[in-house]
């Protein structure tokens, strides 16, 4: 029994990471909504939004063709046409970032020493990719999400020993565990082989593709965040940031854990038949865990061991909690998506996103006054974005 438990731990230590760094996460903002001034934890908001675009849009999409044409034989075989324009992308877009932020944004950080780690940002992820290519799980988590474990405990350890910290204190530590993390490059740079066999022009055309839905995606991930800090202020983001934390953040490991596995299967197997047992599946565990999640954290708000101002705050908590359940069908679609898609399925699928977003976002910038307005109009376009997938997974269910 206990040789079975070690094997068991063994063979799903990426998933440990995983929630253990999501774990952290939550405690870490915890502490800091409580330890920092509102305006200071709505400026940590804004900068961990920051990290999180960079890391799923900082390579432009090239790092999708990357990974996408990658062959994996003695060597991790890559395509040498791609290595180039991926560098460019990860520079410009790091000038582009650190520009923007240091323009709207008091981040108390040198311009060179932000721009290292925005670039850090950006091939920690492509680090963490690529041991996915090569199976090496555990390190793949691991250097992902190093960040979040290390920052919460020497966060804890100033909170224990009764240190002070400011923010500029904790984008320091960032910066140093990001520049640790980095080194992960070592653990692969002598495992990839480079090879020159589709040309550049048709690899520059995926690499737009995937630009275009993941520009799609990641305004609808993060385009929330910079809006409400916009119309509503840093201290309302910070308030805004931390029921994201408490109330859609455990729905984004699920989120995770799913399309880590998912796309596998599909690859090995799909028919919209599977995938509709599956969506309904996750609908159903979602809701069970929606219930428990809610009554979880109404009683640590009833019995005072927190106070989450439940009852004054269920116009924000009722619809992320439903956003909840909406991505995690999302990372179903989105595994399939992966697994089966092809130039001409991503074009349409493209196309049609922007077309929603250009008749979404002018209705929230003119009509959405309140936080509630903001989140549903979200839903509305997560569940627009699902329903474009499922169609054009059903319109091309010959796989």
Avoid at 9 to 38: E, G, H, P, T
Avoid at 178 to 193: A, C, P, Q, T, Y
Wanted: aromatic share 20%.
């Amino acid at each position: 029994m206990k040789f079975n438990l070690l094997n068991i731990i063994s063979k799903n230590l990426s998933f440990f990471v995983l929630a253990f760094s999501s774990l952290c996460f939550f405690v870490l903002n915890v502490i800091l909504k409580d330890n920092l001034s509102a305006n200071d934890y709505g400026l940590f908001s804004i900068f961990i939004t920051y990290v999180s675009l960079l890391s799923s849009f900082g390579m432009f999409g090239f790092e999708q063709t990357l990974l996408r044409t990658a062959v994996i034989k003695s060597k991790l075989e890559i395509q040498k046409n791609i290595f180039f324009p991926s560098l460019i992308a990860i520079f410009l877009s790091s000038l582009i970032g650190v520009f923007f932020m240091k323009s709207y944004y008091d981040i108390i950080m040198s311009d060179i020493m932000f721009f290292l780690l925005s670039i850090f940002i950006i091939v920690t992820k492509l680090s963490f990719n690529l041991y996915r290519l090569l199976s090496n799980f555990f390190l793949a988590q691991l250097v992902l999400n190093f960040w979040k474990i290390v920052l919460t405990l020497v966060i804890l350890y100033c909170i224990l020993s009764k240190n002070n910290f400011s923010l500029e204190y904790i984008f320091i530590i960032i910066f140093i565990t990001f520049s640790i993390s980095i080194i992960s490059i070592l653990g692969w740079v002598k495992k990839i082989k480079f090879i020159k066999v589709e040309s550049f022009s048709s690899l520059i055309k995926k690499s737009f593709l995937f630009f275009i839905a993941l520009l799609t995606i990641s305004l609808m991930g993060f385009g929330d965040r910079f809006f409400i800090e916009g119309r509503f202020g840093l201290e309302m983001l910070g308030d805004y940031f931390f029921f994201l934390n408490i109330f859609l953040f455990p729905f984004s490991l699920f989120q995770s854990y799913l399309g880590f596995k998912e796309i596998v299967s599909f690859k090995k197997n799909f028919s919209i038949t599977i995938l509709d047992n599956k969506i309904s599946k996750v609908l159903k565990s979602s809701f069970i865990f929606s219930i428990m999640l809610f009554f979880i954290f109404y009683l640590i708000d009833y019995f005072g061991l927190y106070n989450l101002e439940i009852s004054s705050n269920l116009n924000i908590i009722i619809p992320l909690i439903i956003l909840g359940n909406i991505k995690l069908v999302y990372s179903l679609l989105s595994s399939a998506i992966g697994a089966l898609s092809n130039d001409k399925m991503l074009y349409k699928i493209n196309i049609k996103s922007i077309i929603s977003l250009l008749l979404i976002c002018p209705l929230i910038f003119y009509y959405s006054n309140t936080i509630l307005l903001t989140i549903v109009f979200v839903i509305i376009l997560w569940l627009i974005r699902c329903l474009i997938w499922y169609v054009e997974l059903k319109n091309n269910n010959h796989f």
